[in-house]
């Protein structure tokens, strides 16, 4: 008997960028969802060689925490293409190859533009081969509960709470709240794919930014503290055993 269902697969391309759904996709045992994270924006002078980037903490990049306009930045990655396309919110826009060394470049001084950064100050595209650019070194899938938003939004008075507001990978309906706090330890399958979830997601204030802008609107840090004690929202969870997932798969626990 299945214990909840899969509803979104989310991707974000690029760190700290706009949302990429999937309607399925291949997960691979010890790694991150294809292509989640797989850019960033680095700040001038953290990575020794951009043409090849290394993992780096969040200060390192331009993130929405501490530039809540980076979240109103749109893009879209044809992975088959190895293309991305990056949209600003007043429609400017530019398209390259994640390899392109040239577009690394211009999509930097873009972005430089929309934060009102001097030239100088230009971050450049960095693109990793294989890892994410996640802010935990460790490759993992983060997952959060759909009751528990819901939870969330009753208690803080709101007809809703987008979970899209903590950008996790995987999006599940557990049909209780919270329930996902007490899985450490053990397993989610989905279809033949197997994760275990091996610790809770602390929150930080990228979470008070609406969706797809720039809007500060809601104080989801202090709202969990405040009516449940913790900063916590969702879980990171590793793929134990490899496979296809696709949203509307039944999740069952072990």
Not at 121 to 143: G, W
Not at 182 to 187: F, P, Q, S
């Amino acid at each position: 008997m299945a214990d909840g269902a899969l509803i979104d697969i989310n991707r974000f391309p690029v760190k700290s960028l706009s949302v990429d759904r999937l309607e399925t996709c291949r997960l691979t045992p010890g790694a991150a969802l294809p292509a989640d994270r797989r850019f960033a924006f680095a700040k001038i002078g953290t990575q020794p060689n951009p043409f090849q980037p290394e993992w780096r903490p969040k200060a390192a990049f331009h993130v929405m925490v501490t530039e809540a306009r980076m979240g109103s930045i749109g893009c879209r990655y044809d992975e088959a293409a190895d293309r991305l396309a990056i949209t600003l919110p007043d429609g400017e826009a530019m398209a390259g190859q994640g390899t392109d060394p040239d577009f690394a470049i211009r999509a930097g001084q873009l972005v430089a533009r929309h934060l009102g950064l001097a030239p100088a100050k230009a971050p450049m595209l960095v693109r990793m081969a294989e890892s994410a650019l996640t802010d935990k070194q460790r490759q993992m899938i983060s997952v959060s509960n759909l009751a528990s938003a819901r939870r969330l939004a009753r208690d803080m008075d709101l007809p809703e709470v987008d979970p899209l507001r903590f950008r996790n990978n995987l999006l599940v309906d557990l049909g209780t709240a919270w329930m996902e706090r007490d899985l450490i330890g053990r397993r989610l399958r989905i279809g033949d794919t197997v994760l275990e979830v091996v610790a809770q997601v602390i929150r930080c204030a990228a979470t008070e930014i609406h969706p797809g802008t720039d809007r500060r609107d809601l104080k989801i840090v202090q709202a969990l503290t405040d009516h449940y004690g913790h900063k916590e929202f969702g879980v990171f969870t590793v793929v134990i055993e490899g496979g296809e997932i696709s949203r509307g798969m039944a999740v069952t626990i072990d």
